[in-house]
Protein backbone atom coordinates (compact mmCIF):
# COMPACT_ATOMS: atom_id res chain seq x y z
CA UNK A 1 0.00 0.00 0.00
CA UNK A 2 1.80 3.16 -0.95
CA UNK A 3 1.97 6.00 1.67
CA UNK A 4 1.38 9.71 2.21
CA UNK A 5 2.97 11.56 -0.64
CA UNK A 6 3.70 15.45 -1.10
CA UNK A 7 4.77 17.37 -4.07
CA UNK A 8 7.06 19.02 -4.74
CA UNK A 9 9.64 17.64 -1.86
CA UNK A 10 11.62 20.80 -2.45
CA UNK A 11 10.70 24.43 -3.20
CA UNK A 12 12.19 27.99 -3.15
CA UNK A 13 10.53 31.28 -3.53
CA UNK A 14 10.29 34.92 -3.06
CA UNK A 15 8.49 36.91 -0.77
CA UNK A 16 5.15 38.14 -1.89
CA UNK A 17 4.61 35.20 -3.92
CA UNK A 18 2.25 32.52 -3.52
CA UNK A 19 3.03 28.63 -3.28
CA UNK A 20 0.46 25.70 -3.42
CA UNK A 21 1.22 22.15 -1.87
CA UNK A 22 0.32 19.10 -2.66
CA UNK A 23 -0.48 15.81 -0.28
CA UNK A 24 -2.11 12.47 -1.98
CA UNK A 25 -3.25 10.45 1.18
CA UNK A 26 -2.74 6.63 1.68
CA UNK A 27 -5.95 5.06 -0.20
CA UNK A 28 -9.09 5.12 1.27
CA UNK A 29 -7.99 7.75 3.71
CA UNK A 30 -10.63 10.47 4.18
CA UNK A 31 -9.35 12.73 6.79
CA UNK A 32 -6.18 14.88 5.73
CA UNK A 33 -4.33 17.28 8.18
CA UNK A 34 -1.33 19.85 7.42
CA UNK A 35 1.09 20.62 9.96
CA UNK A 36 3.99 23.48 9.95
CA UNK A 37 7.84 22.40 11.47
CA UNK A 38 9.99 25.03 12.32
CA UNK A 39 12.85 24.92 14.31
CA UNK A 40 11.82 27.10 16.84
CA UNK A 41 7.73 26.37 17.24
CA UNK A 42 8.12 22.71 16.30
CA UNK A 43 5.11 20.91 14.76
CA UNK A 44 1.74 23.86 14.61
CA UNK A 45 -1.32 21.98 13.36
CA UNK A 46 -2.55 24.24 10.21
CA UNK A 47 -6.03 22.00 9.85
CA UNK A 48 -8.03 19.58 9.16
CA UNK A 49 -10.25 18.03 6.25
CA UNK A 50 -12.53 15.09 5.86
CA UNK A 51 -14.79 14.69 2.75
CA UNK A 52 -13.67 17.76 1.06
CA UNK A 53 -14.70 19.87 4.05
CA UNK A 54 -12.61 22.01 6.40
CA UNK A 55 -13.58 20.67 9.71
CA UNK A 56 -10.74 22.46 11.91
CA UNK A 57 -8.71 25.41 11.55
CA UNK A 58 -5.00 26.32 13.58
CA UNK A 59 -3.82 29.77 14.78
CA UNK A 60 -2.64 31.04 11.32
CA UNK A 61 -3.24 33.96 9.66
CA UNK A 62 -5.69 33.74 6.59
CA UNK A 63 -2.58 33.67 3.73
CA UNK A 64 -2.88 30.03 4.43
CA UNK A 65 -5.60 27.95 2.78
CA UNK A 66 -6.40 24.47 1.54
CA UNK A 67 -8.87 22.08 0.20
CA UNK A 68 -9.69 18.69 -0.30
CA UNK A 69 -10.64 17.01 -3.33
CA UNK A 70 -13.44 14.23 -3.97
CA UNK A 71 -10.63 11.58 -3.93
CA UNK A 72 -9.18 13.08 -1.03
CA UNK A 73 -5.95 14.22 -1.91
CA UNK A 74 -5.56 17.35 -0.73
CA UNK A 75 -3.47 21.12 -1.62
CA UNK A 76 -1.98 23.48 0.97
CA UNK A 77 -1.35 27.23 -0.42
CA UNK A 78 0.21 30.30 1.00
CA UNK A 79 -0.29 33.54 -0.23
CA UNK A 80 1.61 36.61 0.28
CA UNK A 81 5.14 34.76 1.37
CA UNK A 82 6.87 35.85 4.33
CA UNK A 83 10.44 35.17 5.28
CA UNK A 84 8.75 33.26 8.61
CA UNK A 85 6.70 30.65 6.26
CA UNK A 86 9.92 28.63 5.67
CA UNK A 87 9.43 25.60 7.38
CA UNK A 88 9.10 22.05 6.85
CA UNK A 89 5.23 21.28 5.58
CA UNK A 90 3.82 18.42 6.64
CA UNK A 91 0.49 16.50 5.79
CA UNK A 92 -1.18 13.33 7.49
CA UNK A 93 -4.05 11.06 6.60
CA UNK A 94 -5.98 8.91 8.07
CA UNK A 95 -9.12 6.58 7.45
CA UNK A 96 -11.91 8.48 9.84
CA UNK A 97 -11.34 11.83 11.91
CA UNK A 98 -10.26 11.55 15.42
CA UNK A 99 -6.57 11.56 16.78
CA UNK A 100 -7.29 8.41 18.12
CA UNK A 101 -6.95 6.59 14.86
CA UNK A 102 -3.47 6.23 13.24
CA UNK A 103 -2.55 9.38 11.63
CA UNK A 104 0.45 8.90 8.97
CA UNK A 105 2.68 11.44 8.19
CA UNK A 106 3.72 12.35 4.29
CA UNK A 107 7.71 13.36 4.06
CA UNK A 108 7.11 16.69 4.16
CA UNK A 109 7.79 19.83 1.35
CA UNK A 110 10.38 22.10 2.72
CA UNK A 111 9.61 25.48 1.68
CA UNK A 112 12.23 27.88 1.74
CA UNK A 113 11.41 31.83 1.05
CA UNK A 114 14.01 34.49 0.12
CA UNK B 1 2.45 29.13 24.98
CA UNK B 2 4.30 25.72 24.57
CA UNK B 3 1.79 23.35 25.82
CA UNK B 4 4.03 20.51 25.32
CA UNK B 5 7.41 20.22 26.13
CA UNK B 6 10.66 18.25 26.12
CA UNK B 7 13.23 19.94 27.34
CA UNK B 8 15.98 17.66 26.43
CA UNK B 9 16.47 18.33 22.82
CA UNK B 10 19.37 15.59 22.72
CA UNK B 11 20.23 12.20 24.43
CA UNK B 12 23.08 9.94 23.91
CA UNK B 13 22.61 6.19 24.75
CA UNK B 14 24.82 3.51 24.48
CA UNK B 15 23.92 0.24 22.28
CA UNK B 16 21.68 -2.20 24.64
CA UNK B 17 20.90 0.28 27.49
CA UNK B 18 17.47 1.79 28.67
CA UNK B 19 16.53 5.26 26.78
CA UNK B 20 14.47 7.50 28.60
CA UNK B 21 13.06 10.33 26.99
CA UNK B 22 10.70 12.63 29.26
CA UNK B 23 7.85 15.08 28.16
CA UNK B 24 5.37 16.92 30.30
CA UNK B 25 2.65 19.22 29.59
CA UNK B 26 0.80 21.66 30.88
CA UNK B 27 -2.95 21.60 29.42
CA UNK B 28 -5.23 19.67 31.99
CA UNK B 29 -7.43 18.55 29.29
CA UNK B 30 -5.02 16.21 27.45
CA UNK B 31 -6.63 12.97 27.42
CA UNK B 32 -4.48 10.88 24.98
CA UNK B 33 -0.65 11.09 24.31
CA UNK B 34 1.26 9.82 21.11
CA UNK B 35 5.19 9.33 20.39
CA UNK B 36 6.45 9.80 17.41
CA UNK B 37 9.87 8.99 15.15
CA UNK B 38 10.78 11.20 12.64
CA UNK B 39 14.00 10.06 10.23
CA UNK B 40 15.93 12.67 8.40
CA UNK B 41 13.49 13.34 5.25
CA UNK B 42 11.04 11.39 6.47
CA UNK B 43 7.62 12.35 8.13
CA UNK B 44 7.17 10.99 11.57
CA UNK B 45 6.05 7.79 12.45
CA UNK B 46 4.01 6.59 15.31
CA UNK B 47 5.30 4.33 17.97
CA UNK B 48 2.96 4.25 20.90
CA UNK B 49 0.12 5.97 22.11
CA UNK B 50 -1.57 6.22 26.29
CA UNK B 51 -4.86 7.01 27.11
CA UNK B 52 -5.30 8.92 30.66
CA UNK B 53 -7.03 6.07 32.18
CA UNK B 54 -3.68 4.60 31.62
CA UNK B 55 -0.26 4.71 33.60
CA UNK B 56 1.62 2.47 31.30
CA UNK B 57 1.27 1.25 28.08
CA UNK B 58 3.82 -1.22 26.35
CA UNK B 59 4.60 -2.49 22.83
CA UNK B 60 7.70 -4.26 22.60
CA UNK B 61 10.92 -2.57 22.98
CA UNK B 62 8.22 0.08 23.76
CA UNK B 63 6.98 1.18 26.89
CA UNK B 64 5.64 4.88 27.95
CA UNK B 65 4.38 6.10 31.76
CA UNK B 66 1.97 8.50 31.89
CA UNK B 67 1.56 9.90 35.56
CA UNK B 68 -1.18 12.38 34.99
CA UNK B 69 -0.60 14.14 38.77
CA UNK B 70 2.77 15.87 37.69
CA UNK B 71 1.30 15.86 33.99
CA UNK B 72 4.73 14.11 33.00
CA UNK B 73 5.06 11.05 30.36
CA UNK B 74 8.15 9.29 29.64
CA UNK B 75 9.31 6.73 27.05
CA UNK B 76 11.32 3.71 26.95
CA UNK B 77 13.21 1.96 25.24
CA UNK B 78 14.59 -1.10 25.98
CA UNK B 79 17.21 -2.23 24.61
CA UNK B 80 18.41 0.42 22.65
CA UNK B 81 19.46 0.16 19.26
CA UNK B 82 21.45 1.88 16.92
CA UNK B 83 18.15 2.00 14.24
CA UNK B 84 16.24 3.67 17.40
CA UNK B 85 18.58 6.67 16.42
CA UNK B 86 15.97 9.42 15.42
CA UNK B 87 13.82 12.37 16.38
CA UNK B 88 10.89 11.59 19.41
CA UNK B 89 7.75 14.08 19.54
CA UNK B 90 5.46 13.87 22.00
CA UNK B 91 2.02 14.86 21.04
CA UNK B 92 -0.69 15.44 23.07
CA UNK B 93 -4.81 15.79 22.48
CA UNK B 94 -8.00 16.68 24.06
CA UNK B 95 -9.67 14.63 22.34
CA UNK B 96 -12.90 14.34 25.22
CA UNK B 97 -12.43 18.43 25.06
CA UNK B 98 -14.05 18.77 21.69
CA UNK B 99 -10.09 18.91 19.96
CA UNK B 100 -9.78 15.26 18.48
CA UNK B 101 -9.10 16.20 15.32
CA UNK B 102 -5.74 18.15 16.73
CA UNK B 103 -2.28 17.18 17.73
CA UNK B 104 -0.32 19.66 19.98
CA UNK B 105 3.50 17.94 19.36
CA UNK B 106 6.49 18.95 21.41
CA UNK B 107 9.56 20.29 20.00
CA UNK B 108 11.35 17.00 20.04
CA UNK B 109 14.36 14.49 20.99
CA UNK B 110 17.22 13.93 18.96
CA UNK B 111 17.97 10.53 19.96
CA UNK B 112 21.38 8.95 19.07
CA UNK B 113 22.49 5.65 20.13
CA UNK B 114 26.17 4.38 19.93
CA UNK B 115 27.43 0.91 18.97
Known amino acids: KAGVTQTPRYLIKTRGQQVTLSCSPI?????VSWYQQTPGQGLQFLFE???????NKGNFPGRFSGRQFSNSRSEMNVSTLELGDSALYLC?????????????FGPGTRLTVL | DQQVKQNSPSLSVQEGRISILNCDYTNSMFDYFLWYKKYPAEGPTFLIS?????DKNEDGRFTVFLNKSAKHLSLHIVPSQPGDSAVYFC??????????????FGKGTLLTVNP
Open chain 2, 50 to 54: ISSIK
Open chain 1, 92 to 104: ASSFVQGVRNEQF
Open chain 1, 49 to 55: YFSETQR
Open chain 1, 27 to 31: SGHRS
Open chain 2, 91 to 104: AASATSGGSNYKLT
